[in-house]
């Protein structure tokens, strides 16, 4: 008989080497994009120096847009647990309101993409 704490074990092992597989590749892939986007030699490209007050702009600015994220994934998470616990018993009771309930979930899963934008928008001013 195999041991389920084992088999969990494995799974788990099996899970972050995948993980880690995947990461490797794309950023193999994403590197190679890197590379490839250098200007050619001799060539500068035009930007303005950085500054102390630039830095502490664009510092503010990398914390509201994680912040922008963070919260809208968070809160997302909160509102799908919530939702999707409610219908799936809502669904065991009556089965044809799935579709509903799919919806309802789907909404909340909203926030995320609120929050992914805004992050966006704010990093698009920097």
């Known amino acids: 008989m195999s041991n389920p704490k084992k088999n969990l074990r494995n799974h788990i092992l099996?899970?972050?080497f995948v993980l880690l597989a995947v990461?490797?590749?794309?950023?193999?892939?994403?590197g190679e994009r890197l590379?490839?986007?250098?200007?050619?030699?001799?060539?500068?490209?035009?930007?303005?120096?950085?500054?102390?007050?630039r830095a502490s702009v664009s510092r503010f600015a990398f914390i509201a847009a994680a912040v922008a994220f963070g919260l809208g994934a968070i809160g997302a998470g909160v509102?799908?647990?919530n939702v999707?616990?409610?219908?799936m018993g809502?669904?065991?009771?009556?089965?044809?309101?799935?579709?509903?309930?799919?919806?309802?979930v789907a909404l909340?899963?909203?926030?995320?993409?609120?929050g992914f934008i805004t992050a966006?928008?704010?990093l698009g001013k920097v």
């Open 90 to 104: 809502a669904v065991a009771e009556k089965p044809e309101i799935a579709g509903q309930a799919l919806i309802f």
């Open 79 to 81: 509102a799908i647990g």
């Open 23 to 30: 990461i490797a590749i794309v950023n193999a892939v994403a």
């Open 35 to 53: 590379i490839a986007q250098q200007p050619p030699e001799g060539q500068e490209i035009s930007q303005p120096p950085m500054t102390p007050e």
């Open 14 to 16: 099996l899970s972050v």
């Open 120 to 122: 966006l928008m704010i």
């Open 108 to 114: 909340a899963e909203g926030l995320v993409v609120f």
């Open 84 to 87: 999707g616990a409610a219908a």
